[in-house]
């Protein structure tokens, strides 16, 4: 089930202090609402009563969706004993197939939520941005730029369906804006296939934490 808490958040503006309802777990079968709020990350945002600011609540949660059998955990600071863990992996298992997922900013379980819910994998996604920035720093004929887009920190956005055909959008952050690349889903086959050839790109068991740096490991 989904446990909320009372805490009490300072606006980071004005320092004015003001009562905060957070997640310590969040059940989507119970409450479908929350998955909207987490998808769009207004679930972690407030707005100070005294100047307007809005803020954003850091706190860890484990996000639950029975229905994706998925569940991923936020943990900011990845505090959290190797006991308690395990205790929650070996639950997971006893009651389905779960995938089990571990993030420590709310803009990675955001993704993540929203990767699972488009259907898609996320190691294939994370695969699919590697290739995309491998292929545009080739194609970049100044060594710095090509080392910056190397280091970009691309976001699935979406999947997107038109007709028989469908592509899938990354955004990333560039001089406070936030900007986009479409790939074709092609792209996303391709590296489908190249998983299923090495079957050795694989997360560990019990909460994985997937993400850019874990999938380089793979290829330095």
């Not at 996320?122 to 995309?132: I, P």
């Not at 804006?177 to 792209?187: A, D």
């Amino acid at each position: 089930m989904s446990i909320k808490t009372e805490s009490i958040a300072t606006c980071s503006r004005c320092g004015n202090r003001t009562g905060l309802t957070m997640y310590k777990s969040i059940n989507t079968a119970e409450d479908p609402s929350l998955k909207e709020k987490v998808k769009d990350g207004s679930l972690f945002l407030w707005k100070c009563p005294s100047c307007g600011q809005v803020n954003l609540a850091k706190y860890d949660t484990l996000y639950h969706d029975p229905e994706k059998k998925l569940m991923v955990w936020l943990l900011q600071d990845e505090n959290v004993s190797e006991t308690q863990m395990h205790s929650i992996s070996l639950h997971a298992k006893a009651i389905g197939n779960y995938t089990l997922r571990r993030v420590t900013d709310t803009g990675s379980l955001m993704e993540k939520v929203l990767i699972f819910d488009s259907g898609l994998d996320d190691v294939t996604v994370e695969l699919c941005k590697y290739v995309l920035k491998m292929e545009l720093a080739s194609k970049s004929s100044d060594e710095e730029a090509a080392k910056r887009i190397l280091q970009m920190q691309l976001h699935f956005f979406r999947l997107d369906r038109s007709g028989d055909s469908k592509s899938i959008t990354f955004v990333y952050p560039e001089e406070g804006q936030m900007k986009n690349y479409t790939i074709g889903y092609n792209v996303y086959e391709d590296c489908c296939g190249i998983l299923q050839r090495n079957t050795g790109i694989k997360p560990d068991e019990g909460f994985a934490k997937v993400d850019s740096e874990w999938l380089s490991g793979y290829f330095r």
